[in-house]
């Protein structure tokens, strides 16, 4: 059964950047069927997509968030991670990495999902 | 910033049925992707309820189903039960962000 572990800071001062990493488990990273993504959610408020990653490093963002977002993939590891610079409490938010199904060449559903992180932007 | 828009709240009596609409625009589901629908229940994960508009994964019941019309997309839950009561979110591809977009989310209540 596969697997999807956030992991990082819970608390980040405003300016700084968030770093998150994902750990899979149960499966490999390595694979032509997927993209892995990360996906926030501000509290009490809903779902919203930040990017994902192939294997291969090939990204997509979203561009509200483009200019400020690094998603990065290790094989080796089995992990991809999240950074997010210049960070405002508008960023507070539980992070959720995902499994992205790729369909043709069409970034499809989110199948596998974390349990979630909690990132609070303070100081 | 949602792209997806579903009503606030639907709530109905337990056995019956509600369905959850999710509108988009010729930049997504008007455009022919799919669109897929999470559950997710307070304090955790969402979790895949239904992808490519009909299809529910394995262990899903067949309570729940899912429908696409031009730029819209319905979810329905019949024989409603009190654990159903959960937010529900549709999701699709749009074309002018290259990647994902979630509706506004709906919270289901069970009355």
């Known amino acids: 059964q596969l697997q999807l572990q956030e992991s990082g800071p819970g608390l980040v001062e405003p300016s700084e950047t968030l770093s998150l990493t994902c750990t899979v488990s149960?499966?490999?990273?390595?694979?032509?069927?997927?993209?892995w993504a990360w996906i926030r959610q501000p509290p009490g408020k809903g779902l919203e997509w930040i990017g994902s990653?192939?294997?291969?490093?090939?990204?997509y963002y979203n561009p509200s968030l483009k200019s400020r977002v690094a998603i990065s993939v290790d094989t080796s590891k089995n992990q991809f991670s999240l950074e997010l610079t210049s960070v405002t409490a508008a960023d507070t938010a539980v992070y959720y990495c995902a499994r992205h199904v790729l369909v043709g060449w069409e970034l499809f559903n989110f199948d596998y999902w974390g349990q979630g992180t909690l990132v609070t932007v303070s100081s | 910033q949602s792209v997806l828009t579903q009503p606030p709240s639907v709530s109905g009596a337990p056995g019956q049925r509600v369905t959850i609409s999710c509108t988009g625009s010729s930049s997504n589901i008007g455009a022919g992707y799919d669109v897929h629908w999470y559950r997710q229940l307070p304090g955790t994960a969402p979790k895949l309820l239904i992808f490519g508009n009909t299809n529910r994964p394995a262990g899903v019941p067949d309570r729940f189903s899912g429908s696409k019309s031009g730029a819209s997309a319905s979810l329905a839950i019949s024989g409603l039960q009190a654990d159903d009561e959960a937010d529900y979110y549709c999701q699709s591809y749009g074309s002018s962000l290259s990647g994902s977009v979630f509706g506004t989310g709906t919270k289901v209540t069970v009355l």
């Open positions: 990653i192939f294997y291969t490093e090939r990204t």
């Open positions: 149960g499966g490999s990273i390595r694979t032509g069927s997927y993209y």
